[in-house]
T-cell receptor
Framework: DSGVTQTPKHLITATGQRVTLRCSPR?????VYWYQQSLDQGLQFLIQ???????AKGNILERFSAQQFPDLHSELNLSSLELGDSALYFC???????????FGPGTRLTVL | GENVEQHPSTLSVQEGDSAVIKCTYS??????FPWYKQELGKGPQLIID?????GEKKDQRIAVTLNKTAKHFSLHITETQPEDSAVYFC???????????????FGRGTQLTVWP
């Protein structure tokens, strides 16, 4: 157990819908990263937050957004969902940008 | 950005044999190279990492080597066991203080199967 928690574990929804994925980092970690894992693209970085502020953006679609709250948990919002958004979404956390990233168990999103 | 290539994509070994997975990276500024193990239905688990000021690091049956000149690094697992069966990912990133980076660039993964 890495200490990073993610909810929900599974999510099944329809095209055009909006969902929110939640992540709680390890105690003491200030940085949160979101990654998408699919068969086509592998593990891809989406976005990073550090102590509530956005620090870096990867190949994140405009339909996707995220935020990190004062208690350091983070949410990834996916809207206008398409079939191709079906994937595993992982959250990782680290003490800061210099240290190891620890991954949560992921949320499996299925868009029908 | 960084590009990480990983080989082989699948690897089958007999229990007790050694396994080697190789990765190359493109950005000479990368200075941190972690390896992750992902079992079915779970998130990637950090198993070992190496920084660019070190050439080799060992942790029991696992070792990682880094060749900065050639821009490649490798994972070595000795005395493999069936529970080592999983997908292994290499990654690379920069971790210099003041940089906005720290995002991991991953290889495509190696499915390791250890036969009893």
């Amino acid at each position: 157990d890495s200490g990073v928690t993610q909810t929900p574990k599974h999510l099944i929804t329809a095209t055009g819908q909006r969902v929110t994925l939640r992540c709680s980092p390890r105690s003491g970690d200030l940085s949160v990263y979101w990654y998408q894992q699919s068969l086509d693209q592998g593990l891809q970085f989406l976005i990073q937050y550090y102590n509530g502020e956005e620090r870096a953006k990867g190949n994140i679609l405009e339909r996707f957004s995220a935020q990190q709250f004062p208690d350091l948990h983070s949410e990834l919002n996916l809207s206008s969902l398409e079939l191709g958004d079906s994937a595993l979404y992982f959250c990782a956390s680290s003490v800061d940008v210099l240290n190891e990233q620890f991954f949560g168990p992921g949320t499996r999103l299925t868009v029908l | 950005g960084e590009n990480v290539e990983q080989h082989p994509s699948t690897l089958s070994v007999q229990e007790g044999d050694s396994a080697v997975i190789k990765c190359t990276y493109s950005d000479s500024a990368s200075n941190y190279f972690p390896w992750y193990k992902q079992e079915l239905g779970k998130g990637p688990q950090l198993i070992i990492d190496i920084r660019s000021n070190v050439g080799e690091k060992k942790d029991q049956r696992i070792a990682v080597t880094l060749n900065k000149t050639a821009k490649h690094f490798s994972l070595h697992i000795t005395e493999t066991q069936p529970e080592d069966s999983a997908v292994y990912f290499c990654a690379a990133t920069q971790t210099d203080r003041g940089s906005t980076l720290g995002r991991l660039y991953f290889g495509r993964g190696t499915q390791l199967t250890v036969w009893p």
